[in-house]
């Protein structure tokens, strides 16, 4: 079993920043990608950035010059740097991680809130 732990939501004013960090732990595994997905209310999951291993990174376009997605394969974990926040910001977001074990499959974190307010 793999487990995702995130840490970093909170509120934050806009154009403010907020950094989000996500743990994989777990044995036996490798990374193949993480990624952040947000839902905001009454709307879809979607996926915000992602990042191979390799460190090959895509983002949706709203947040293309404001996110920087990273990754630490050492420490199995994933960043994303978020400045100059808008309130379409908010939202909850998840990690993703695609892992190979015995096979491949993904795993979801447990969603941390962030909140950009006026």
């Known amino acids: 079993q793999v487990q995702l732990v995130e840490s970093g939501g909170g509120l934050v004013q806009a154009g403010g920043s907020l950094r989000l960090s996500c743990a994989a732990s777990?044995?036996?595994?490798?990374?193949?990608?993480m990624g952040w997905y947000r839902q905001g209310p009454g709307k879809q999951r979607e996926l915000v950035a992602i990042?191979?291993?390799?460190?090959?990174?895509n983002y949706v376009d709203s947040v293309k010059g404001r996110f920087t997605i990273s990754i630490d394969n050492a420490k199995n974990t994933v960043y994303l740097q978020m400045n100059a926040l808008k309130l379409e910001d908010t939202a909850v977001y998840y990690c993703n991680a695609v892992v190979t074990r015995l096979y491949t499959r993904d795993y979801w974190g447990q969603g941390t809130q962030v909140t950009v307010s006026s």
């Open positions: 777990g044995s036996g595994f490798s990374i193949n990608a």
């Open positions: 990042i191979t291993s390799g460190g090959s990174s």
